[in-house]
C-alpha cells in the first residue's frame, strides 16, 4: 500500500482519503443507529480525513485542508450560490495552476529584487557581439524574462511554462522585445527542443523542493561545461552549491548557483 501511495499525486492521496473518511463515517453512523446534523458528520469526516493524511505522511498544510474541506463544502451548499460561480472558479483556478496536482510545483511569482541579483549571474558582454542564452524553466507571468531582456538585450531569452493563463500573460509582456519568446509545454517533455538544457547559458528555475532532484540530473546530462544553474529558494539535496546569494526582499530569498 506505501509503494502506491508513493506513485500518487498528493492531491490524488488527499481525495481518495477524503472518501474513505466519509464511507468509514458513513458506516459507523449506521451501525450505531443515530443520525447526525450534516455538518456534524462533515466534521467528523474532516477529522477522519486529517488524522488518515498525517498517517501517510502528507504535508502538514494538508491537514488543515482536510480537515476544511467536507465542513466548508456543507457551508457552502448552504449560501446557495448558483453553479455557474463554481464553474467559473474552478475554471479560473485551471487555467492559473493547470497541471500543479500532479507536478507538486504551484504558481511563485520572485520578487524584482530576485530579478535584479540574477543580472549579476548572466555572462559578462562579449566584444564580438555573441550573445548567450537563458531559459526560465516555470516562467510564470514572465517577470524575469521581460526584465532581463530589457537590462541585458544582448542575451536571448526563452520561458517554458504549462499554465494557460500565466502562459498567456506572460506571451502578452514578451511580445515588445524580440531576444524574449515562451513556450507552453512541460520542461520535461524531450519533444519540445526549448527544453534541452544543454543550449543554454544560464538556466534559472523557481520550482518547489519536490523536482529538484530530477532538475538535476537532467541539467547534468545536458548543460554544458561551464554553464550555470540557478534555483531560487529550492535546494537540490545532497549537491552544495557553488554560490548562495540572499536577496533583501519580502520573503528573504535565496539563489543557489551551482556552476556546471
Not at 443507529?33 to 474532516?46: D, K, M, R, S, V
Not at 498517517?55 to 466548508?72: D, E, K, S, V
Not at 448558483?82 to 495552476?97: K, T
Request: contains cysteine; hydrophobic residues 50%; proline residues 7%.
Amino acid at each position: 500500500m506505501r509503494k502506491l501511495l508513493d506513485k500518487l499525486p498528493p492531491s490524488v492521496i488527499a481525495l481518495l482519503l477524503q472518501f474513505a473518511a466519509a464511507a468509514l463515517v458513513l458506516t459507523g453512523v449506521r451501525l450505531l443507529g443515530f443520525q447526525p446534523e450534516l455538518l456534524t458528520f462533515a466534521l467528523l469526516c474532516g477529522l477522519l480525513a486529517a488524522s488518515f493524511s498525517y498517517l501517510a505522511g502528507l504535508a502538514r498544510w494538508w491537514l488543515a485542508i482536510q480537515l476544511a474541506f467536507a465542513p466548508a463544502l456543507v457551508l457552502m451548499l448552504t449560501l446557495d450560490i448558483p453553479p455557474g460561480y463554481f464553474l467559473a472558479a474552478f475554471l479560473l483556478m485551471l487555467a492559473v495552476y493547470w497541471s500543479t496536482y500532479r507536478t507538486q510545483v504551484p504558481l511563485y511569482l520572485s520578487s524584482n529584487k530576485v530579478w535584479q541579483a540574477l543580472e549579476g549571474l548572466l555572462p559578462s558582454p562579449n566584444n564580438n557581439g555573441k550573445g548567450f542564452r537563458f531559459i526560465d524553466l516555470g516562467s510564470g507571468l514572465g517577470g524575469v524574462l521581460t526584465h532581463l531582456a530589457r537590462v541585458r538585450p544582448d542575451g536571448e531569452y526563452t520561458g517554458v511554462e504549462s499554465a494557460p493563463l500565466p502562459l498567456l500573460w506572460s506571451w502578452l509582456r514578451c511580445k515588445p522585445y524580440r531576444n524574449c519568446q515562451v513556450h507552453w509545454g512541460s520542461i520535461w517533455d524531450e519533444r519540445l527542443p526549448a527544453c534541452h538544457l544543454g543550449q543554454y547559458d544560464v538556466v534559472f528555475a523557481y520550482l518547489s523542493p519536490v523536482p529538484m532532484e530530477q532538475l538535476w540530473h537532467k541539467a547534468s546530462r545536458e548543460m554544458r561545461p561551464g554553464t550555470v544553474l540557478v534555483s531560487s529558494t529550492f535546494n537540490v539535496p545532497d549537491h552544495t552549491p557553488n554560490e548562495r546569494i540572499t536577496v533583501n526582499d519580502l520573503h528573504h530569498s535565496t539563489l543557489l548557483v551551482w556552476r556546471m
